[in-house]
């Protein structure tokens, strides 16, 4: 078996967003990825993946027939530039606008965008202002 390698983060370990329109779903994250330096993992005729994120038809054997509901979502982002990068890739690939880039009063520094994915998932990009990891994620090998 070949040796598999995953990077990942610190609470969550996958989401799968089940989608009516794949096709125009794949295009808006193929965007919000490039836009976030965010490696895809992957993509097939039912899915698309990067990280923790799988986004996919309801026919794909994971989904069950069964469609995810409206759902919250936020990338990290590593500057203000990537956030406003993300609004406009977002925007571009068909999201529709949920709030645009600029601070939020959530904490000090804390700098967000939103945008309505095509089911209305509302995703998000943020920076949290200047702060320092103890790693970039945690290295997975197997």
Do not use: C
Not at 5 to 12: A, S, Y
Not at 76 to 94: I, K, N, P, S, T
Not at 114 to 119: A, C, G
């Amino acid at each position: 078996m070949e040796t598999q390698e995953l990077h990942r983060g610190r609470l969550i370990d996958h989401i799968q967003l089940v989608v009516k329109d794949f096709p125009a779903s794949k295009t808006f994250y193929e965007a919000v990825f490039k836009a976030l330096k965010i490696p895809l993992g992957g993509a097939s005729d039912d899915y698309i993946w990067a990280d923790e994120l799988f986004i996919s038809t309801a026919d794909s054997e994971a989904a069950n027939g069964e469609l995810t509901g409206r759902h919250h979502l936020a990338f990290q982002a590593q500057d203000r530039a990537m956030v406003d990068a993300f609004h406009q890739e977002a925007l571009a690939a068909g999201g529709r606008d949920n709030g645009a880039p600029g601070e939020r009063k959530y904490h000090p520094g804390y700098y967000g965008a939103f945008v309505l994915d095509p089911d209305g998932n509302n995703i998000e990009a943020v920076y949290h202002g200047e702060a320092r990891r103890s790693a970039p994620s945690v290295k997975v090998t197997f």
